[in-house]
């Protein structure tokens, strides 16, 4: 997803009149406010979001934080779990090492790919 996407978003939203509008507003100024110095993405933004909320939950239980991250997640793209990343680089014969690593990563972004990075490091454990 980029800024483009999640502007279209919130306009869905505001004309749907969503309860999420103000969320994906703040996802919008996170971005802009980091982003002016970086190549922070809008997937980033999410994640730090997400975890943010998660810290909190872990301190105490909160409805309505579980329901935005049950959001948030809808937004993210569906990555490749630690099983489906192995298998997809088995033929390859790479060990866990930091090259191994890299290369196991331009396979899988030259496939299309969606993964975690460090999840690849997992895989190759």
Do not use: W
């Not at 390859?92 to 331009?106: E, Y």
Request: include cysteine.
């Amino acid at each position: 997803m980029n800024i483009d996407n999640l502007k279209d978003l919130i306009l869905q939203h505001v004309k749907a009149k969503s309860d999420k509008v103000s969320l994906l507003k703040f996802l919008a100024g996170e971005y802009e406010r980091l982003n002016y110095s970086n190549s922070t993405t809008v997937e980033q933004v999410i994640r730090k979001a997400i975890e943010n909320n998660n810290t909190c939950l872990a301190a105490r239980e909160d409805e309505k934080l579980k329901l935005e991250n049950d959001f948030l997640k809808t937004l993210l793209p569906n990555y490749l779990s630690v099983a489906e990343l192995k298998s997809a680089v088995v033929h390859l014969n790479l060990d866990s090492t930091g090259a191994s690593v890299g290369k196991a990563i331009k396979y899988l972004k030259a496939n299309g790919l969606a993964f975690l990075p460090e999840d690849v490091k997992k895989a190759l454990e």
